[in-house]
């Protein structure tokens, strides 16, 4: 391109570039400067032949992409010493497609509220930084490019994708108040790209998906008001992402579709309050094997229409539902199987209408409300080392009774062995009876029967005081039974003399004797008393024997 080409805008962009002067295009130029006498060679110098050929000023400030390019590219005369140029436009329309592929680019760019027909190419292009406010693109082309410094498309608006696939960003990557519409695909693609600092997203609207699975952020990720639209599809694909400090999606962040956060690797914490995700029956928020070393925060204010899953994340800290509204209906809603974290807490706004699945989670202090307790609770293998609020055992086996899976024991036994570690063993005692009890309902009817017996007269070993109530029991009913009804000695001549207490107990007690039962015979009622008395006595003796042998098989 000649600089007789050039239009009056494209002129005085010329004039500004080696020293880096800001050009706003939509203000009037100013009158020529009398003094300037620069030499006939010199663009835009008193005389020149270039001058009086130069077109008039347009009333739309339109500035071609072919003379940007040109003057990034070195068309102008090299610079005096001193100068630092810097390509700073205002208020321009460019045309035509600026298209700096693989292109070296030694001077900064910083574009305000500029309108593009075209999206932008600069596609493996290395330059020191890339400025873009208030303008207006319908898109942006810059996979692979390598930027020195920031890459800033703050407050524009993009009506195609923003394309940063494997782009290397030594700054801040800062996307502020900006708004990209490609809702048939992808309209912020930026797969393995790296950032040097900060991704700052603050109220970013996007229509489509935001994709940026396997990028690495070495500061925080910042979504805070951020809205992101792809209903039925991916609004944000951050699979393998790494963030270096904070991943914040707080307050003011909504999802319509899916959020997936899988492999992800935040060294620092990862927040939703305040949000809104929204993927009704399906996933709202996929977050399978990531790592957090701080908090895992979804709650205070967090909505989510869909369901949560967390499978195999690891929390340093807290992961925390407190006062979080999830509204999935039917099937799973929230899915923390093999989850671990040093706390839990499943206080949520109100109850899980719906699954909520901890198998082979590692809950560390699981903070939980009765109130709040979720329609279907699966602790299959889950465990956690106290219960921030214990209640009564009673209460305890309602909550692991809350589920569809039918009899498990080991739910039963990890709520025995917190109430053992805060010293109630009474409440453990309950707890394994109640298990015993719901066993007992899944076998066949004449072990049932058996468990009954056992239930009745030592609470399957768990009541050892009930079998010596029994004996009291029985014993005195047989006393004064046979007190009143004296039965007929065997042999008058050698037969002792009759003691109703000791006559009972020898019925009572198989395996010891006092010398009574063998020497007196009972007759009628008192015979079928007294082979009640033998029976209950045998029954006795087997439960006790049960009771000690699970107790000790217990310790």
Same mark, same amino acid.
């Given at each position: 391109m000649r600089i007789d080409e050039l239009n009056a805008h494209e002129r005085r962009l010329w004039d500004a570039f080696p020293r880096g002067r800001r050009?706003? +295009?939509?203000?009037?130029?100013?009158?020529?400067?009398?003094?300037?006498? /620069?030499?006939?060679?010199? $663009?835009?110098?008193?005389?020149?032949?270039?001058?009086?050929?130069?077109?008039?000023?347009?009333?739309?400030?339109?500035?071609?992409?072919?003379?940007?390019?040109?003057?990034?590219? @070195?068309?102008?005369?090299?610079? /005096?010493?001193?100068?630092?140029?810097?390509?700073?436009?205002?208020?321009?329309?460019?045309?035509?497609?600026?298209?700096?592929?693989?292109?070296?680019?030694?001077?900064? =760019?910083?574009?305000?509220?500029?309108?593009?027909?075209?999206? $932008?190419?600069? #596609?493996?292009?290395?330059? *020191?930084?890339?400025?873009?406010?208030?303008?207006?693109?319908?898109?942006?082309?810059?996979?692979?490019?390598? =930027?020195?410094?920031?890459? +800033?498309?703050?407050?524009?608006?993009? /009506?195609?994708p923003l394309v940063l696939n494997r782009t290397q960003i030594n700054g801040d990557l800062d996307l502020r108040d900006t708004t990209v519409v490609f809702p048939e695909g992808e309209a912020i693609s930026a797969v393995h790209a790296q950032v040097g600092g900060d991704a700052l997203c603050t109220n970013l609207a996007v229509e489509g998906t935001f994709r940026l699975s396997g990028a690495s952020i070495d500061g925080e990720f910042d979504l805070e008001g951020a809205a992101l639209r792809a209903p039925g599809s991916k609004a944000l694909d951050a699979y393998h992402v790494r963030v270096a400090e904070d991943f914040t999606c707080h307050p003011g962040f909504s999802a319509e579709g899916r959020v997936i956060l899988s492999g992800a690797t935040v060294a620092a914490a990862v927040g939703f309050c305040g949000g809104r995700l929204s993927n009704p029956g399906g996933i709202a928020l996929e977050a399978v094997d990531v790592t957090v070393d701080r908090n895992f925060d979804l709650g205070l204010g967090l909505t989510v229409d869909g369901a949560v899953k967390l499978d195999g994340t690891r929390v340093g800290t807290e992961l925390s539902f407190r006062d979080a509204e999830l509204t999935g209906k039917g099937g799973t809603a929230l899915s923390l199987r093999a989850t671990q974290a040093r706390e839990t807490d499943l206080r949520t706004c109100r109850p899980i209408d719906a699954v909520v699945d901890a198998r082979n989670a590692r809950l560390g202090t699981l903070y939980d409300a009765q109130d709040t307790w979720p329609t279907d609770l699966r602790l299959a293998d889950a465990t956690y080392e106290a219960l921030a609020f214990p209640l009564p055992a009673a209460e305890r086996v309602r909550w692991i009774r809350r589920t569809?899976?039918?009899?498990?024991? #080991?739910?039963?036994?990890?709520?025995?062995?917190?109430?053992?570690?805060?010293?109630?063993?009474?409440?453990?005692?309950?707890?394994?009876?109640?298990?015993?009890?719901?066993? *007992?309902?899944?076998?066949?009817?004449?072990?049932?029967?058996? @468990?009954?017996? #056992?239930?009745?007269?030592?609470?399957?070993?768990?009541?050892?005081?009930?079998?010596?109530?029994?004996?009291?029991?029985?014993?005195?009913?047989?006393?004064?039974?046979?007190?009143?009804?004296?039965?007929? $000695?065997?042999?008058?001549?050698?037969?002792?003399?009759?003691?109703?207490?000791?006559?009972?107990?020898?019925?009572?007690?198989?395996?010891?004797?006092?010398? #009574?039962?063998?020497?007196?015979? $009972?007759?009628?009622? @008192?015979?079928?008393l007294s082979y009640a008395l033998i029976a209950s006595g045998w029954i006795l003796a087997t439960t006790v024997t049960a009771g000690i042998s699970r107790a000790v098989n217990r310790q």
């Open positions: 050009l706003d +295009v939509s203000e009037a130029p100013a009158p020529p400067d009398p003094a300037n006498t /620069t030499g006939p060679g010199s $663009p835009g110098g008193a005389g020149s032949p270039e001058d009086a050929a130069a077109p008039a000023a347009p009333a739309d400030p339109v500035i071609r992409a072919d003379a940007i390019a040109a003057l990034l590219l @070195g068309a102008h005369a090299e610079p /005096t010493p001193g100068d630092r140029p810097a390509l700073r436009l205002t208020g321009a329309h460019i045309t035509g497609r600026l298209d700096l592929r693989f292109a070296e680019i030694a001077a900064p =760019i910083l574009l305000t509220d500029c309108r593009f027909d075209e999206a $932008p190419l600069l #596609q493996g292009a290395r330059t *020191r930084q890339l400025v873009m406010t208030d303008c207006a693109l319908p898109g942006l082309v810059a996979d692979t490019a390598q =930027i020195d410094g920031r890459l +800033v498309v703050s407050h524009c608006r993009l /009506t195609g569809t899976d039918g009899y498990l024991p #080991q739910p039963y036994e990890q709520l025995a062995a917190a109430y053992r570690r805060l010293g109630h063993e009474d409440e453990a005692r309950t707890v394994l009876l109640a298990k015993q009890r719901h066993r *007992r309902a899944t076998l066949p009817a004449h072990i049932r029967l058996w @468990g009954h017996a #056992q239930d009745l007269s030592v609470g399957y070993g768990y009541r050892p005081l009930r079998a010596a109530l029994w004996l009291l029991a029985l014993l005195a009913c047989g006393s004064l039974y046979f007190a009143l009804h004296t039965p007929a $000695p065997l042999d008058p001549g050698k037969a002792p003399p009759f003691n109703a207490v000791f006559y009972t107990l020898d019925l009572l007690v198989p395996i010891i004797t006092f010398g #009574q039962e063998n020497a007196f015979a $009972p007759h009628d009622t @008192g015979q079928w």
